[in-house]
Each structure stands twice: as C-alpha cells, then as structure tokens.
T-cell receptor, first 113, second 110 residues
Framework: DADVTQTPRNRITKTGKRIMLECSQTKGHDRMYWYRQDPGLGLRLIYYSFDVKDINKGEISDGYSVSRQAQAKFSLSLESAIPNQTALYFC????????????FGEGSWLTVV | KQEVTQIPAALSVPEGENLVLNCSFTDSAIYNLQWFRQDPGKGLTSLLLIQSSQREQTSGRLNASLDKSSGRSTLYIAASQPGDSATYLCAVGTARQLTFGSGTQLTVLP
C-alpha cells in the first residue's frame, strides 16, 4: 500500500459542483500539503497544515478550502468548481526539519467541464 | 517572493552521455533544496535533498550541488540511461514550504 493515498484518482465534474479530494498517510508525519500542477507551471501550494489545529493558506488558496480531520487525513474541497481548476492535484507529507524530504501521493486528476 | 527557474525546459541526449540540469533561485535565504523525478501521470519521487549548510549530495549516478551565494543548483546525471527519461523538478525550501521550478523534461535516446 502507498504511504500517501489520494482519492479519487480521476474525477470529471461540472461547473458549480462541490468536489472533495481526500488524502490519507501512513507515514506518521505531522505536516501535510496540497499542491496543484498545471502544464509548464510546476507545482503551486494551495494549503498546508503542520498539525490538526494549524492550517495555512498557500500561494493559490482562493476557491479552495481544506480540513485536517486527523493527523493522517487532509482533504481539499472545491466549493463551486470552475473550469480553470482543471489540474493535477497532489497531496504530500513531511516531518519538520531541513533534513526531511517530502513525500507525494500519486495525484488526483480533476477535470471541470 | 522566491522564484525558481529551470533551464532548459526540455533536453534530449543519447544514451551513455553525462548531463547537467540547472536550477536557479532568487532568494538565497533557503532551508534546503530538493530534486525530484516525475514520470508521466505520476507523483514526484525525491532524488536528493541538500540542506542549506551543505554543498552537495550524491546518490548512485546522481550528484546535486548547491551554491547559495549565486542562487544555483545543478543535478549531474552520469552515464544516462533510457530509464532516466522523466521530468526533473527542483524545489527550494523554507521552514514552511517548498517553491518548485517548472521542470526539465529529459529524454534519453537508446
């Protein structure tokens, strides 16, 4: 089983619909992240959480919300999806400290039509 | 705001060649720098992490260097193989987050 699991892996939704992407991890890490990847733009940070009570906006948080239900679970919601939110979404986890790398899930392809 | 640039955007080389991928960043006050590999439609796999106090890291045929003063990092791949074909991304870290470059798409031709 993967250490960082994202569901769903693929989703097509209509404009205006609410959609939730879920992430769970078995690595025991405190820190969890949601990134978005668009072609040619690299990864951009949407939200990050350092523990259950510590949630922070990233570079592109508008139109998104998150919930950290437990140390191991971090979900991303699009309250009213729009076509320019079509992208590949990644969840990631890490420990604190400069020597600790970040681990990514396999990604969730979201298409908004 | 930290900006991370990777040039070239794409690179094609014959098998067996040694190659260098480049990463530059605008703010030298970094925590660490990481290099990742991404296969098409897949997640990112960490290759090497260099802490801000370090100058280089090595893993097998890969060597990454960091020069904070000039805002540059390089990823050296020795004796490239077709299996090395992928997109390589660098990311610059602060204590709170990573900023990614847009990647270099590498194709190693048999």
């Amino acid at each position: 089983d993967a250490d960082v699991t994202q569901t769903p892996r693929n989703r097509i939704t209509k404009t205006g619909k609410r959609i939730m992407l879920e992430c769970s991890q078995t690595k025991g890490h405190d820190r969890m992240y949601w990134y978005r990847q668009d072609p040619g733009l690299g990864l951009r940070l949407i939200y990050y959480s350092f523990d259950v009570k510590d949630i922070n906006k990233g570079e592109i948080s508008d139109g998104y919300s998150v919930s950290r239900q437990a140390q191991a679970k971090f979900s991303l919601s699009l309250e009213s999806a729009i076509p320019n939110q079509t992208a590949l979404y990644f969840c990631a986890t890490s420990l604190a400290g400069p020597g600790n790398t970040i681990y990514f899930g396999e990604g969730s392809w979201l298409t908004v039509v | 705001k930290q900006e991370v640039t990777q040039i070239p955007a794409a690179l094609s080389v014959p098998e067996g060649e040694n190659l260098v991928l480049n990463c530059s960043f605008t703010d030298s006050a970094i925590y660490n720098l990481q290099w990742f590999r991404q296969d098409p439609g897949k997640g990112l796999t960490s290759l090497l992490l260099i802490q801000s106090s370090q100058r280089e890291q090595t893993s097998g045929r890969l060597n990454a260097s960091l020069d904070k003063s000039s805002g540059r990092s390089t990823l050296y791949i020795a004796a490239s193989q077709p299996g090395d074909s992928a997109t390589y991304l660098c990311a610059v870290g602060t204590a709170r987050q990573l900023t990614f470059g847009s990647g270099t798409q590498l194709t190693v031709l048999p």
